[in-house]
């Protein structure tokens, strides 16, 4: 049976239109989608105006154990969930049952606390006043979230935004829309008043555009590409609603020859190639230092290979299929493009007699200015480009348009602080790579966005600040 959208509860789209979602290890279908429009997203808002005043007013504890129940289910059902997100988006389901879903289930437990913990201040004001501050939620959020990790990147929009007050329309990506319509159901379940999760699936220029010009949306948070951020802000300007855009990267992972070389090579390949290099923070520009370069090369060559790339089902898989057709030819083009503007693949290439695969491809002689090493690919293939100095790896870092993440190799502890403060990058890794946590914030700067989420510092950008005059004579 095909899933249906979810507003209020599980329906078909007004206009009863459906959708192909592939199969990313096979070619084929992997289900039909409801294909919902402006007047599902008009639908989703008009529920959550109604729900969201009175959320806003409940207990603050309610809406903590709410959210907390929903982390404890998310971790019970947690077997079946990780299946639908492997087969949705091809990512391995060894990943999915050790990362998205434990950390989907972490972001509700955290943002739990919160609800009860928004405070206001009060301020000296002159003259005999009591002037106080609110925080108050903006009403209506629209998230629009990417397939690379769709569970887990609504989990960073939807629990805050719950937690604080506000009610949720969700459009999902159109490629792995599955784990976002099974966690409307969970938060159902939890006991979530209806309307203030809406999971409207469709396609970005239908259902997502009808998302950012709705009136009735306050704000939009976004995670997907540059271009389509760019085009999200163009049409949010015509509402003039709060934005928060997460977008592209092409992060440098930076190495000294006085790191601990071994663990630095381990790592980067991890780096380049956790969930198919289809991570927005994927170390795949690896800067080393010339006289340790061709040392890290061929560690990072002998461990990329043993890498086992397959069906996202199968246990032992840690490189699954690319998530679609035209994604995939996209990245087997730059693969081309970097062999036809000199630089050597010296690992990797298709793989499989079908599906969407490419197994873990390292290029060498890389040029800072070829296309492979300025843009973002967003497959497992990595760049590797030598260094002499602090100052040339700090160029060469920020060569490219984006500001994402950065990577910092070396035992030489004022050094990595001083480069880590340097480098224009939302998230700095000093001797590891792709943490995160949900008490930690994370987000871009330059064209890879603006606004953070995770932490505390989403809430601010969640809630409106008012300001209240009391006379006191
Ligand atoms: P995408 O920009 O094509 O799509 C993202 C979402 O936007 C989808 O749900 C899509 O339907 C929707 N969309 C498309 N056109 C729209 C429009 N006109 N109006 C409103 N919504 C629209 O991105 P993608 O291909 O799904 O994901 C890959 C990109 O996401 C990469 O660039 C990656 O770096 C980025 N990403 C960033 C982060 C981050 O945190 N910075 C995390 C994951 C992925």
């Known amino acids: 049976m095909n899933p249906e959208l979810w507003i209020e509860e599980e329906r078909p789209?007004?206009?009863g239109e459906l959708f192909a979602s592939a199969d990313p290890a096979t070619g084929?279908?992997?289900v039909m989608l409801?294909?919902?429009?402006a007047e599902d997203i008009d639908l989703a808002v008009s529920a959550a105006r109604r729900a969201q005043p009175l959320w806003a007013a409940t207990d603050p504890n309610e809406r903590a154990r709410i959210l907390w129940r929903a982390g404890e289910l998310l971790m019970e059902r947690r077997e079946e969930l990780a299946r639908i997100e492997a087969s949705d988006s091809g990512k391995p389901l060894s990943n999915a049952l050790a990362i998205d879903v434990p950390r989907t289930a972490d972001t509700f437990f955290y943002y739990s606390g919160w609800a009860t913990k928004l405070?206001?201040?009060t301020i000296p004001v002159r003259g005999p006043f009591l002037n106080y501050t609110l925080r108050q939620p903006l009403g209506v959020i629209g998230a629009i979230t990417p397939w690379n990790f769709p569970l887990l990147l609504a989990a960073r929009k939807i629990a805050p935004a719950l937690a604080v007050g506000n009610a949720v329309v969700l459009k999902p990506p159109e490629e792995a829309s599955l784990s976002s319509l099974f966690l409307a159901r969970v938060l159902a379940d939890a006991g979530l008043p209806p309307g203030l999760l809406s999971v409207v699936t469709g396609l970005g220029e239908e259902a997502g555009a009808a998302l950012v010009a709705h009136p009735g949306v306050a704000k939009i948070a976004f995670t997907g590409g540059t271009d389509t951020g760019r085009l999200v802000m163009r049409n949010a300007s015509v509402t003039l609603k709060r934005l928060s855009l997460?977008?592209?990267?092409?992060?440098?992972?930076?190495?000294?020859a006085d790191a601990d070389v071994g663990a630095a090579a381990t790592a980067a390949v991890s780096a380049a190639?956790?969930?198919?290099?289809?991570?927005c923070t994927a170390g795949s520009r690896l800067l080393v230092e010339r006289s340790v370069h061709d040392r890290v090369v061929e560690a990072v060559i002998e461990g990329a290979r043993k890498l086992v790339t397959g069906p996202p089902l199968d246990p032992a898989t840690q490189v699954g299929p690319l998530v679609s057709e035209g994604h995939h030819q996209r990245v087997l083009d730059y693969v081309a493009q970097g062999e036809a503007e000199g630089?050597?693949?010296v690992l990797g290439g298709p793989w499989g007699p079908q599906g969407y695969y490419l197994s873990p491809t390292v290029f060498t002689g890389v040029d800072p200015s070829m296309r492979i090493a300025r843009e973002e690919i967003f497959g497992p293939v990595l760049a590797v480009m030598p260094f002499d100095t602090l100052e040339e790896a700090a160029a060469l870092a920020e060569a490219t348009e984006f500001g994402l993440a950065a990577g910092i190799w070396t035992r030489d502890i004022g050094k990595a602080h001083r480069l880590a403060a340097r480098i224009q990058a939302g998230t700095v890794w000093i001797n590891t790579y792709n943490?995160?946590?949900a008490a930690s914030p994370y987000g871009g700067t330059r064209q890879s966005g603006f606004g953070r989420e995770n932490g505390r510092a989403v809430l601010d950008e969640l809630t409106e600040l008012k300001s209240v005059w009391v006379a006191l004579d």
């Open 119 to 121: 405070e206001g201040s």
């Open 273 to 279: 190639f956790y969930n198919q290099g289809e991570l």
């Open 246 to 256: 997460e977008l592209g990267g092409k992060s440098p992972n930076i190495l000294f």
């Open 13 to 15: 789209a007004i206009g």
């Open 34 to 37: 409801a294909r919902g429009k």
């Open 343 to 345: 630089a050597r693949r």
């Open 28 to 30: 084929g279908t992997l």
């Open 435 to 437: 943490r995160f946590d």
